[in-house]
């Protein structure tokens, strides 16, 4: 905005700040001076001789006094002449007082003056107006409260985009007031902002509060519960317990929302350490629950609110097909299916393609033939033997049903090579793809030894649930160190990119590593597993089904877990990944059928996703392809954490399903963390501020109220 001050002289308002007092100044040193006063002399004496010589008239007077101008414009550019102007602030000078209102201000571990008080209630204190009168009398004092925009549901401290916010917002800014426990999960390092603060001369005044000791506390940090359970089968529920106390607890872990009475477990936990363990719990009745996994305040504990957690879970009746495809039957073979048979929750079929006879084997549970791909499409997991493509085992088409099963119907696929070396053929057909491991082709009948090898848990063997043979991790690695050994392995040479392997040889490697025994991978919408060796039915030696059965038990529920998570008449609704996250992708798939059982081509399929604050999205999920028999699927990203409910339906076949889908918060905000005080003193540090403690903010706020006035600003024009 321009303004006229007086007279012809005007002046510019520009953010706050009066441009005026233009000046001309010039950046001489002694020695351009002297040389301009020599040169100035030497030219005014030649310009009077010329004149002189040249009859004293007025034209060569003329010339000769040009001549002599030109001398001085040259003289004055070496001397470096610059037009300025002068900037006063035509405003009163802010102060803002920045305090943090992020979730970690909750930590009661401020004490002041004896008293402990929350970091919210210490940071209160401070921003009275009271508090700040001194300063209030020579600048104005804005006080903001900061954390993050973030979605709800997904709180964080960014304290970089605080600070340069403030800086964009405010004119005549002379230094901001950083309340805080300096604890940033969100955006980048505060550092990143103090050094634009530092170039525009804004220096940051730091107040810290919290302790950097961590508080003594007890936490039940986490309990990885599946999203749902079968009616009359136990529901293993893994929990984590950290202690923060300098003691060992003896305490009772309790279970609660079963609809019966609590399920209850004395654990110990060590002083300053962890400890993993988990519940087993029996519904007796289907229906939506929700759990509550608790342990008891201890004695020294400051806080209540962690020692609970919500678990949400769908029981339900579970109906789960599956189907062995096996040529000869070896011990591997006829103790999967007794396991199997033996499981009431799963319906299994068998397809024996003996080399030796010219018909299928037949018998209870037995199939005559290898089944057409609608009926193939009911199966949740297929076991495929010691079987190959060829005259007595699969053809090419059938090979392709089995990945279409696999990649859009959400089955699952497990391979069991054997001593005759059928699968080898399997690299020439769909299947080979699939497959986690490579083949050693050169060595078709696998590897046999005289002394007993022995399975080797991978870092993500440890982890997985698949191999989850114990609850402790520590018991659970013992157990699959004293597992009767094994004489035969197939000559895997390394897994695929993209597979997981879990456990390997203990000592027999390949030119790439140990050799994998059990990997798994992913594959479209379904899961694809690998055993190495046909030796797990000894495993019951001793112990009879317990860990076989477990293991095999495991996978199939592992694999046919997405594929049953809701399913209706004509469409079936899943997710992945199987614990979806706030914040991070979420892919939907539906597979619809047709009124006449036939796999709808195209169509309007929706899912509804409606969040736990009410919040609705609509996902339009889109057909996959020709060949993906019926499969439609979309993206979309959970904001919040809790219970999802997704309505799926179909335009073109009316078919209408809702599920629930919970997905774990993010929790950046840690009530109980230690303050970082460092960061607030490395920011005030950088730019040229001070950082002091709550007990000194009165001086503090004494010496801000003393600063001088700023200096006018001069500024090139």
Aim: proline fraction near 6%.
């Amino acid at each position: 905005m321009f303004e006229c001050v007086s007279g012809d002289q005007c002046s510019v308002r520009v953010n706050g700040f009066l441009l005026a007092a233009v000046f001309m100044t010039f950046l001489w040193t002694p020695a351009s001076l002297i040389l301009s006063l020599l040169v100035l002399l030497a030219g005014a004496a030649c310009c009077v001789v010329s004149w002189r010589r040249g009859g004293r008239t007025r034209a060569v007077a003329a010339l000769e006094l040009l001549r002599f101008v030109l001398i001085v414009l040259v003289l004055v550019t070496l001397n470096q002449p610059e037009l300025q102007r002068e900037v006063r602030p035509d405003e009163q000078p802010r102060l803002v007082v920045l305090h943090d209102v992020s979730g970690s201000m909750k930590t009661r571990d401020s004490a002041v003056q004896s008293v402990v008080s929350t970091r919210q209630e210490t940071a209160d204190g401070l921003i009275r107006p009271e508090v700040w009168q001194p300063v209030a009398q020579r600048m104005q004092v804005v006080f903001e409260p900061f954390s993050a925009a973030e979605p709800i549901g997904a709180g964080g401290t960014d304290l970089q985009s605080a600070l340069l916010a403030a800086a964009d917002r405010h004119t005549g800014l002379r230094g901001l007031v950083v309340i805080s426990d300096g604890d940033w999960n969100i955006g980048e390092a505060p550092a990143v902002a103090a050094s634009q603060l530092r170039v525009r001369g804004i220096p940051i005044y730091s107040v810290p509060v919290g302790s950097e000791q961590r508080l003594p506390d007890l936490i039940l940090t986490a309990a990885d519960a599946p999203t749902f359970g079968v009616a009359g089968k136990a529901v293993r529920i893994p929990f984590r317990i950290t202690s923060w106390l300098p003691q060992e607890s003896s305490l009772a872990v309790t279970l609660t929302g079963t609809q019966g009475e609590p399920v209850t477990k004395l654990v110990r936990v060590p002083g300053m350490g962890q400890l993993q363990d988990a519940l087993e719990w029996k519904p007796t009745q289907t229906g939506e629950y929700t759990l509550s996994l608790q342990i008891p305040v201890s004695d020294g504990e400051i806080r209540e609110d962690n020692n609970q957690l919500q678990i949400p879970i769908a029981v339900r009746e579970e109906e789960l097909k599956v189907l062995i495809v096996e040529s000869l039957p070896r011990w591997e073979y006829r103790y999967l299916r007794n396991a199997l048979e033996r499981d009431p929750g799963v319906d299994v079929s068998c397809l024996l393609l003996h080399p030796d006879l010219t018909e299928n084997g037949g018998g209870r549970g037995y199939l005559a033939a290898f089944p057409e791909d609608a009926q193939l499409f009911e199966y949740d997991v297929v076991f495929l033997g010691d079987v190959g493509v060829g005259p007595r085992g699969l053809s090419v088409q059938q090979c392709a049903s089995l990945k279409q099963l696999v990649r859009t119907q959400a089955g699952g696929l497990v391979f069991l090579p054997g001593i005759q070396g059928n699968q080898n053929t399997l690299v020439n057909s769909e299947l080979d793809e699939l497959l986690p491991v490579v083949m050693n082709t050169s060595v078709p009948r696998g590897r046999g030894t005289t002394r007993p090898g022995r399975f080797a848990l991978t870092e993500a063997g440890r982890r997985s649930l698949l191999t989850r043979l114990e609850a402790d991790d520590v018991e659970n690695e013992k157990i699959w160190n004293g597992l009767p050994g094994f004489y035969w392995y197939a000559a895997a040479e390394r897994a695929r990119a993209g597979a997981q392997v879990l456990a390997t040889h203990d000592s027999e490697s390949t030119a790439f590593g140990r050799v994998p025994l059990i990997a798994a991978r992913t594959s479209g919408t379904g899961k694809v597993l690998y055993m190495g060796s046909d030796g797990a039915w000894r495993w019951r030696k001793g112990v009879e089904d317990l860990y076989h059965y477990r293991f095999w038990g495991q996978v199939v529920r592992w694999m046919a877990y997405q594929r049953n998570m809701s399913q209706g008449e004509s469409m079936r609704l899943f997710f992945s990944p199987d614990r979806p996250e706030a914040g991070s992708a979420v892919t939907l798939n539906a597979n619809v059928m047709t009124a006449g059982g036939e796999p709808l081509r195209e169509g309007a399929v929706t899912v509804q996703a409606v969040a736990p604050s009410g919040a609705t999205e609509t996902i339009r999920l889109a057909a996959s392809g020709q060949d993906s028999w019926g499969l439609f699927s979309g993206d979309f990203v959970p904001r919040e954490g809790g219970q999802y409910i997704l309505r799926a339906a179909c335009a073109e076949t009316g078919a209408r399903l809702e599920m629930r889908m919970a997905v774990v918060g993010q929790e950046r905000e840690q009530v109980g963390q230690p303050a970082r005080p460092d960061v607030l003193r490395e920011i005030s540090r950088m730019t040229r501020g001070e950082s002091t403690d709550v007990a000194s903010v009165q001086q503090l706020v004494q010496r801000l109220a003393a600063m001088p006035e700023p200096a006018p600003v001069i500024v090139p024009l």
